[in-house]
Protein backbone atom coordinates (compact mmCIF):
# COMPACT_ATOMS: atom_id res chain seq x y z
CA UNK A 1 0.00 0.00 0.00
CA UNK A 2 1.98 3.27 -1.27
CA UNK A 3 2.37 5.97 1.54
CA UNK A 4 1.78 9.59 1.28
CA UNK A 5 3.30 12.14 3.35
CA UNK A 6 1.36 14.56 5.45
CA UNK A 7 2.11 16.75 8.66
CA UNK A 8 -0.50 15.85 11.41
CA UNK A 9 -1.21 17.62 15.08
CA UNK A 10 0.83 16.27 17.47
CA UNK A 11 -1.17 14.01 19.85
CA UNK A 12 0.50 15.76 22.73
CA UNK A 13 -0.22 18.86 21.75
CA UNK A 14 3.22 20.49 20.50
CA UNK A 15 2.81 21.35 17.48
CA UNK A 16 3.45 18.69 15.00
CA UNK A 17 4.57 15.44 13.52
CA UNK A 18 6.00 14.31 10.17
CA UNK A 19 4.86 11.17 9.29
CA UNK A 20 4.27 9.17 6.44
CA UNK A 21 0.27 8.37 6.33
CA UNK A 22 -0.84 4.94 4.69
CA UNK A 23 -2.86 5.29 1.84
CA UNK A 24 -6.05 3.62 2.27
CA UNK A 25 -7.10 3.00 -0.81
CA UNK A 26 -5.30 2.80 -3.92
CA UNK A 27 -5.46 5.76 -5.93
CA UNK A 28 -8.10 3.44 -8.72
CA UNK A 29 -10.40 2.56 -5.75
CA UNK A 30 -10.59 6.09 -4.65
CA UNK A 31 -11.12 7.37 -8.31
CA UNK A 32 -13.92 5.00 -8.85
CA UNK A 33 -15.57 6.07 -5.26
CA UNK A 34 -15.42 9.58 -6.14
CA UNK A 35 -16.60 8.86 -9.59
CA UNK A 36 -19.51 7.20 -8.65
CA UNK A 37 -20.20 10.01 -5.83
CA UNK A 38 -20.28 12.74 -8.39
CA UNK A 39 -23.09 10.75 -9.65
CA UNK A 40 -25.05 9.96 -7.08
CA UNK A 41 -25.15 13.83 -6.47
CA UNK A 42 -26.13 14.80 -10.05
CA UNK A 43 -29.36 12.57 -9.42
CA UNK A 44 -30.68 14.29 -6.33
CA UNK A 45 -32.01 16.77 -7.75
CA UNK A 46 -34.04 14.29 -10.37
CA UNK A 47 -34.39 11.56 -7.74
CA UNK A 48 -33.44 12.74 -4.28
CA UNK A 49 -34.67 9.69 -2.56
CA UNK A 50 -32.85 7.32 -5.11
CA UNK A 51 -29.83 9.53 -4.46
CA UNK A 52 -29.85 9.50 -0.68
CA UNK A 53 -29.77 5.21 -1.50
CA UNK A 54 -26.98 5.54 -3.35
CA UNK A 55 -24.93 7.24 -1.28
CA UNK A 56 -25.86 4.97 1.77
CA UNK A 57 -25.02 2.18 -0.87
CA UNK A 58 -21.51 3.55 -1.71
CA UNK A 59 -20.34 4.46 2.01
CA UNK A 60 -20.99 1.35 3.26
CA UNK A 61 -18.86 0.11 0.00
CA UNK A 62 -16.34 2.64 0.78
CA UNK A 63 -16.38 1.33 4.62
CA UNK A 64 -16.31 -2.41 3.86
CA UNK A 65 -12.79 -2.03 1.38
CA UNK A 66 -11.19 -0.42 4.49
CA UNK A 67 -12.21 -3.03 6.82
CA UNK A 68 -10.92 -5.45 4.39
CA UNK A 69 -7.70 -3.44 3.57
CA UNK A 70 -7.14 -3.39 7.58
CA UNK A 71 -7.97 -7.14 7.64
CA UNK A 72 -5.59 -7.97 4.97
CA UNK A 73 -2.85 -5.84 7.31
CA UNK A 74 -3.53 -7.53 10.72
CA UNK A 75 -3.41 -10.93 9.08
CA UNK A 76 -0.60 -10.37 7.55
CA UNK A 77 1.11 -9.66 11.25
CA UNK A 78 -0.90 -12.72 12.58
CA UNK A 79 0.63 -14.91 9.97
CA UNK A 80 4.37 -13.79 10.75
CA UNK A 81 3.55 -14.55 14.49
CA UNK A 82 2.45 -17.91 14.18
CA UNK A 83 5.27 -18.86 12.34
CA UNK A 84 7.03 -18.05 15.22
CA UNK A 85 8.83 -15.30 13.52
CA UNK A 86 9.94 -12.33 15.41
CA UNK A 87 8.02 -9.01 13.93
CA UNK A 88 11.10 -6.48 14.86
CA UNK A 89 9.73 -3.43 16.91
CA UNK A 90 10.33 -1.31 13.67
CA UNK A 91 7.89 -2.88 12.27
CA UNK A 92 5.27 -3.03 14.97
CA UNK A 93 6.40 0.52 15.64
CA UNK A 94 5.17 1.24 11.86
CA UNK A 95 2.05 -0.61 12.75
CA UNK A 96 1.21 1.53 15.37
CA UNK A 97 1.77 4.64 13.30
CA UNK A 98 -0.64 3.35 10.10
CA UNK A 99 -3.31 2.49 13.00
CA UNK A 100 -2.81 6.25 14.81
CA UNK A 101 -2.89 7.97 11.38
CA UNK A 102 -6.34 5.70 10.29
CA UNK A 103 -8.04 6.38 14.26
CA UNK A 104 -6.93 10.00 13.41
CA UNK A 105 -8.39 10.18 10.11
CA UNK A 106 -11.64 8.60 10.81
CA UNK A 107 -12.49 11.07 13.96
CA UNK A 108 -11.47 14.20 12.15
CA UNK A 109 -14.37 16.35 11.67
Same mark, same amino acid.
Given at each position: ?PAETTTPPDPNGAGTVEEETPQ?????????????? *??????????? %????????? +?? #? =????????????????????????? *??????????? %????????? +?? #? =?
Amino acid at each position: MPAETTTPPDPNGAGTVEEETPQLLSTADADGFRGRW *QEIQSKFVDDP %RDAVQGADA +LV #A =EVMQSLATTFAEHKKALEEQWNRGE *QVDTEGLRMAL %RHYRSFFHR +LL #A =E
